[in-house]
Structures are given as C-alpha cells and as structure tokens.
C-alpha cells in the first residue's frame, strides 16, 4: 500500500490490478483504508459486478480474486496496467491451472508476487510463481522436471541465479520488537478404546496394502495410501470421526486440550484451535458447548468472516477460536489469543507455521504459545520423524522445509504402519 501511494505521488496515473484469495477481499479492503485512504480502490468482485474498462481506469487500485481473474481474464487482459501483484501467490503454484493461466495473460509494467510460502511441495512451485512475474527469466523445460533432478549443485546454482528476484525476509529480521514465541509438542497417550480401535485399523490397511502392493506396485497404490493414512489420522483424533455415533465421547486429544483451556480461560487467555479435519472442530464444538464454553468457529462454509473475528478479537466473554487450516491458515489477524493448539498434525510443516502466525504477527503484545497435540505410537509421531528427515530441497534453495511426501519411500510407508 506504501508503495502504490508512493507511485500514485509520483506519476499521477498510477493504476495497479491486486490478486487475492477471496478470503482476504475485506482484509485488503479494511487496511486500504485505514492506511492509504487516498487510494482509489475498486472491488471487482461478486457477481452484480460491472467492468466497464473507461471505468477502471478511474481506480488507483482494482482489487480482485483468483477466480473472477479466471472468469474475467478475457476482458482484463485487454488493459494495461502499472503493476500487478499477487498476494499469497501459492494460489498459482500450479503451471497447469486456469488461474495461472489467467495470470500469464495479464498485461503490467511491474509484476509483483508475495507469499510466504513459495514452495509448498516442490521446486515447481517457486519456478511457477517466477514464471508469471520475470516471464522468460527461466527456461519452460524447468516446470517439468522432477525434485529428484535438483541435486545440491544445481539447487546452489539455481539458488544463485534467483537471489536478485527474491526479497526474503524472516519475521525475525524485521520484527524484532515482536514477543516471544515458544513451541510445544504435548503427547497423550490413547485411551485403551481408542487404541483397540487403531491397532484394528493399522491391522485393516496394513494387510490391505500389502495385497495391493503385490498386484499393482507401489507407485500405482497412491489413493489407497492416502486413504490409510487419513483413516489413521483420523483414529488418532477422535473415533467419532469414523463414526458419527460415537461423536459425544470424548477423546484423549480433548480431555487434554480442555484441561488446558479450562486453565487458559480461567486466567483470561484468549485460545486458537486449528485443525484440517472440519467435522472433528464440530464436535469439539459440541463439547465446548456442553461445557458452556464461548466459542467463534471458522471453515470455508463461514459467510460472516470479518463479523466472527471482530467478536473474538472484542469479546472478552469468548475465549476460544475453532478454526480449519484451509479457511484460516493465511489472512487472519487475530493477536487478541496468544495461545494456539493444533490438534493433527499437518504434512507440510509450513502450513502449522502460517497458522501460528495468526496470532505471532504485528500488533501482538503478549508472548506466544503454541501447543502441537500428538497421540503416542500413532502415525501422527511417525509423521513427526518422517518430517525431520525430509528437509534437504527447499532447505538448500530457500532455507526451510516445504517437502514432504513427494519423496516417500516404501521403507518409510512400512515405518508409518509399523
């Protein structure tokens, strides 16, 4: 925004197009206004809207999402602008997809990506996001290559070659005033109905697999993995997710989590809780309600997102804030909470990173906790190895892990099982 203002002082025309995930519209909206009030800002966005091009030349700013992009490309590709910039550019990681597409076709002086993630699950990703704002820097054949062709001489080379197009900055760089924040692993152990469960699952899977394996190979055994594998998970949450009677039970996960925010919201605490899985945040829901618990709860069914996140963050009566990572891994502000629970772990490290960083951020006056729950002997603590074992990729081009499974091995599989 300081930077469009700065333009705008310069040349008088200046006239930018902004990309974002529709749920970050209001954010933008919100901080363009409280920040740079002297921007003209169009929302091009919803269905009722009407794109006139003489009209969009009267805006410093047309504000916009992935998908109207998509819809409206044919249209917008047709005017000129000074800059073009995406904000959480990973939405376009992905070479192959229309938004991307979308994105090529966008005429701009100045091109623009910002994300804190640029490499979510592979080299592609980072080499699609450079292809949209330095066109023709890279050779196309790059997006079709494998993490398996980047050895560490090429990523150091690659490395090189990139620095000049990449401002990377840490949180520790340029926030050094922000509080501390400290993290924890809290493991419980499995209830022994819980644990008969699982051991009969991996039992399930494991024979399973094993047959598949034999009859199509390893690498064409992928949907089956993942189905075990989230099955488990699942099992390690709470058994109501695998079946819906047994939703009122509690789960060894809850009873520690609610021991913790019985403690947190006696001392005035205000609590995130975050999780992949929207239907074990629905009965934790239930549960918090039982207990007359005062909650928010976010997924991407939520219409009314800015309303809920203004009552937790005024509130002082609601104390806990349920939230998928999907809907509110990126965009929130939330430094009313210092505490934050993640109840599943995730396959990409980064994305429980980004969550935390909800309430780790400008603004937070208090020191952050943040509490990731792992069930003992579970594939959840396999997960946990598997992760620290699987860094050398993003981590010789960037500096941190963003890979996971793109590299999983059979003796890996076994160890997950056994």
Same mark, same amino acid.
């Given at each position: 925004l300081s930077l469009l203002l700065l333009l705008k002082k310069q040349t008088k025309q200046n006239h930018a197009i902004l990309v =974002?995930?529709? @749920?970050?519209? $209001? !954010? #933008? +909206?919100? *901080?363009?206004e409280k920040f740079a009030p002297h921007l003209k800002v169009l929302n091009l966005t919803g269905s009722d809207r009407h794109f006139h091009r003489d009209r969009l030349a009267t805006y410093d700013v047309i504000l916009t999402t992935y998908q109207t992009l998509r819809m409206d490309i044919e249209k917008l590709k047709e005017v000129d602008f000074s800059y073009f910039i995406l904000d959480e550019a990973h939405y376009v990681? !992905?070479? *192959?997809?229309?938004s991307f597409m979308a994105c090529r076709l966008v005429k701009a002086e100045r091109r623009l990506a910002l994300t804190g993630t640029p490499i979510e699950n592979s080299v592609t990703d980072l080499l699609s996001i450079l292809s949209i704002v330095t066109p023709g820097l890279l050779p196309e054949s790059l997006n079709l290559q494998k993490d398996r062709d980047f050895d560490r001489d090429r990523l150091k080379m690659l490395s090189r070659s990139l620095r000049p197009f990449i401002l990377r900055r840490t949180k /520790?760089? =340029?926030?050094? /005033?922000?509080?501390?924040?400290?993290?924890?692993?809290?493991?419980?152990e499995l209830s022994p109905v819980e644990r008969k469960k699982y051991d009969e699952l991996k039992m399930f899977y494991w024979g399973n697999l094993t047959k598949k394996f034999a009859e199509k190979g390893f690498e064409r055994t992928k949907i089956e993995i993942l189905e075990a594998l989230l099955r488990l998970r699942q099992a390690a949450c709470h058994i109501g997710l695998l079946d819906q009677k047994q939703s009122q039970e509690t789960s060894s996960k809850f009873s520690l989590l609610l021991d913790h925010?019985?403690?947190?919201? @006696?001392?005035?605490?205000?609590v995130l809780? &975050?999780?992949?899985?929207? @239907? %074990?945040?629905?009965?934790?829901? @239930? $549960?918090?309600?039982?207990r007359e618990i005062l909650h928010e709860y976010l997924d991407g069914k939520t219409t009314d997102r800015e309303e809920r996140i203004q009552k937790f963050q005024n509130d002082p009566s609601i104390g806990v804030f349920l939230i998928s990572l999907k809907a509110g891994g990126v965009g929130l502000n939330l430094t009313a909470a210092n505490? =934050? &629970?993640?109840?599943?772990?995730? #396959?990409n490290p980064q994305a429980e990173a980004q969550a935390i960083d909800r309430v780790h951020r400008i603004g937070q006056k208090q020191n952050v906790f943040a509490y990731k729950i792992i069930a003992k002997n579970t594939v959840e603590e396999k997960v946990l190895e598997l992760q620290k074992a699987k860094k050398e990729l993003a981590e010789n081009l960037l500096g941190e892990d963003k890979t +996971?499974?793109?590299? %999983?091995?059979?003796? /890996?599989?076994?160890?997950?099982? !056994?």
């Open positions: =974002v995930p529709t @749920s970050l519209i $209001h !954010n #933008w +909206l919100a *901080e363009a990681k !992905n070479s *192959e997809s229309q /520790d760089q =340029v926030l050094k /005033d922000l509080p501390a924040k400290t993290e924890q692993i809290l493991y419980c925010l019985d403690s947190l919201l @006696s001392e005035g605490h205000k809780v &975050f999780s992949q899985f929207t @239907s %074990l945040l629905k009965i934790l829901a @239930s $549960h918090l309600k039982g505490y =934050v &629970f993640i109840l599943d772990p995730w #396959w +996971l499974f793109k590299k %999983l091995k059979m003796e /890996d599989l076994s160890a997950l099982f !056994n």
